[in-house]
């Protein structure tokens, strides 16, 4: 049998469906199987160990294992659900004049995300509005402001949601971001991060923009106190001057503990990254 690469999760899935995984050609990076590669499999029709499988135990029932990371996400998620009274504001962004940049930029040889400026923006905003970036104690009945933005990147992987952190990110350049988000997003990926990798958020992003989405309302990573959800950028006829032209728009939503935070907050907050993405060089003129 050949070695194949695939996430302990995956190896497992394939178990339960009695698939033997070193039979399937992985389409992940470096040829890694995914989930998604075993639910091809299973659903193949030429596949008889798999029908058999499925015959063997319920005609009309699948099921999936409920342990392990996925386990843990559902304990978390139902203590944020329960204990924090969420509030979703939601809003867009032209960010036409960002991608201009981001081009431009790559045309000169400098490859930058817009996740990256993203990340930039919101470090911004939250040290003018630290309640987005605080801790609620409710046993010493006070609000603790963080002294430092650390982002959480909300990262899709094979055996589920993890959240690698990128510490100190007020302090760190454009550029910086972008290699830290990659080399932290491809460790997440790889299941490959450090106790450490995962530490010490105060505020997440959730970037699903890439796959698509209009609007979400995302939970909050306890103990923090709001989230930020990117979703897909769209072009989309708004009126400019009185005149209706073509801008790139992103949406997204905040969801926030309305405990700490109100709604006034939120908006001011969304307004703020909106002047810093919309004209792109107030970044510039906003670091230090």
């Known amino acids: ?22 039979t399937i050609e992985g389409t992940g990076k470096n040829k890694r199987i995914t989930n998604e590669d075993i639910e091809r499999t299973r ?48 809003d867009r962004i032209d960010v036409s004049a960002l991608i201009e940049v981001k081009d431009e930029l790559k045309a000169d040889g400098v490859h930058l995300s817009l996740t990256a400026f993203f990340l930039k923006a919101v470090s911004i905003a939250l040290l003018e509005f630290p309640v987005f970036n605080s801790k609620l ?10 002294p430092t933005v650390n982002c959480g990147i909300a990262t899709h992987t094979d055996e589920g949601l993890i959240v690698p952190v990128i510490k100190d990110t007020q302090q760190k350049s454009i550029p910086h971001l972008h290699e830290e988000m990659k080399q932290l997003t491809e460790k997440a990926q790889n299941n490959e991060c450090e106790m450490s ?44 001057n009185k005149t209706i032209v073509i801008r790139s728009m992103l949406n997204l939503s905040l969801s926030f503990d309305h405990r700490v935070a109100d709604g006034y907050t939120a908006v001011m907050f969304t307004n703020r990254m909106k002047s810093l993405l919309e004209k792109p060089y107030r970044l510039l003129t906003s670091l230090k």
């Open 137 to 146: 104690d409710e046993e010493r009945e006070e609000i603790t402001l963080e």
């Open 43 to 90: 659903q193949s029709s030429n596949n008889p160990t798999t029908n058999r499988t499925l015959l063997d135990t319920h005609t009309n029932k699948e099921s999936l294992p409920f342990k392990g990371r996925r386990k843990q996400i559902a304990k978390k998620m139902t203590t944020s659900a329960y204990t924090i009274p969420h509030v979703t504001h939601f």
């Open 197 to 240: 990798d995962l530490r010490g958020g105060t505020f997440t992003i959730s970037n699903v923009g890439p796959i698509g989405g209009v609007y979400a309302t995302p939970i909050i990573n306890h103990p923090e106190v709001a989230i930020l959800a990117l979703h897909q950028i769209e072009d989309t006829p708004v009126v400019r």
């Open 1 to 22: 049998m050949r070695n194949v690469k695939a996430a302990p999760y995956t190896r497992k899935l394939a178990r339960s469906y009695g698939i033997e995984i070193e």
